[in-house]
């Protein structure tokens, strides 16, 4: 499911953001299998490197809030 931002509708005084989901069914070939699970192998990596990272700063007491 991909979710992106829709419209902005105007209700009650205040503004709202609207979500649209969509599914999309991909075959890829042969070629672009490969190239999407590397791909996707490397998005892994960085989520669970940012993960670990994390997990140190917050032990050390340096948790930062964005």
Known sequence: MCSSPGARVAGGGGVALVLAGRRYRLEFDFGQRLFAERLGGICR???????????AYRRRGAF???
């Open 64 to 66: 930062h809030r964005l």
């Open 45 to 55: 990596s960085v989520w669970n490197t940012g993960l670990v990272q994390r997990r």
